[in-house]
């Protein structure tokens, strides 16, 4: 017993001897963080996704406006032969794509799905450091154009909402960014090359009812646009994207829609929208009971233009693809209950196929000329 109490009371000295080198002595904590960084900068530069021939998507961003502390708003990242396309840059979305490791210099464009604020409030952040992280072009923007007319109100005022499509919205980032892009300029003029700092927006023609458009073919990778149901957000797209042979779908925001089966048809990955209606209803009733029943209205009215996991299952099942991973969750799933709620009934209507809840960090890949689909969370 003696014996037990010397020896522990020696590894505590040790132990505290230790401590107080690494504490108190300036020269011993400058040399662990020092090495900390080396070692994790070497790290950050060989990520094998970004030079590995293969079809990559990371979700940069898995949540919705309901506050989660773990979850950024809508972003998925496309990475294919050195390059990265950034399917909406919802808040926070940069963060995740800079924890991921992804260099700013390889981003070359971004694609919106819609212009709801949770899946472009990021925007003028992706632009900026993109810019500062090597982007020697100027950063385009493909997205939906402006809404029908027959949409428009207009304020006592005068101002009348939803004149803007993509190309409007991005002229509005650019230029509350303008007086940043001037500092940053003046700082450090040789290392930020000034006509790269632009971000030039583009509208996408609405496609036809079936039909998908190309909005990008660089290299080998290539994306195209198809309509979705996102009422009264209109037109809403949803990307199907094919590179060396594979291919991965996301849905954007959406209602069960059948375009989504036909686009799906033969891709390897759906990466689809999910909200619990079930969840929304409860914590709708729960917001009534603490005396905001206007919010619990407001939880009520998105509840129409989302899609259920069992039906997002099913357009997994109809399309046949071997990997539905759930993104834009809702609501917020806080423990392993809620998860398993969320999941309720998916087996059934999923039939064949891995289904698997996406979070922040998840990096999907698909080996070129294979028929493997790899997963993996980043952090
Ligand atoms: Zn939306
Ligand atoms: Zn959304």
Known sequence: MKRIVVVLGAVAAVLAGAFALVW??????????????TRQMAKAARA??????????????????????????????????????????????????AAANIPGAKIDTVLLTHLHSDHIGDLGEVA?????GGRKVP?????????????????????TFGMSGTEEVVKGFAQAYNSDAEFRIAQGHELV????????????????????????????????AFLVN???VEPAYGYRIEYGGRAAVVSGDTARVQNMVRFAKGADVLVHEALSRDMVEMLASALDASGNSRAGTMARQIIAYHTSPVEASSIAKEAAVPLLVFTHEVPPLRNALMRHMFLRGVADARGPGDTILGRDGLLISLPKGSKDIKTKNLW
């Open 230 to 232: 996102h009422d009264p």
């Open 139 to 159: 950063l385009e923007v493909y997205g939906p154009p402006a809404p029908q007319a027959s949409e428009r109100t207009t304020d006592a005022e005068g101002e």
């Open 24 to 37: 108190f002595v300036a020269g011993v904590a400058d040399r662990i963080v020092q090495s900390g960084m």
């Open 48 to 97: 094998p996704y970004l030079s590995d021939d293969a079809l990559h998507i990371l979700l940069c961003g898995t949540g919705s406006p309901m506050p989660d502390m773990t979850r950024a708003n809508a972003c998925a990242a496309v990475i294919a032969n050195g390059h990265v396309v950034v399917i909406d840059a919802g808040p926070g979305a940069w963060s995740r794509l």
């Open 193 to 224: 090359p000034t006509e790269a700092a632009r971000m030039i927006g583009h509208d996408v023609a609405r496609p036809g009812p079936e039909e998908a458009v190309t909005v990008y073919d660089r290299d080998g990778l290539k994306i195209s």
């Open 128 to 132: 900026t450091q993109s810019w500062l």
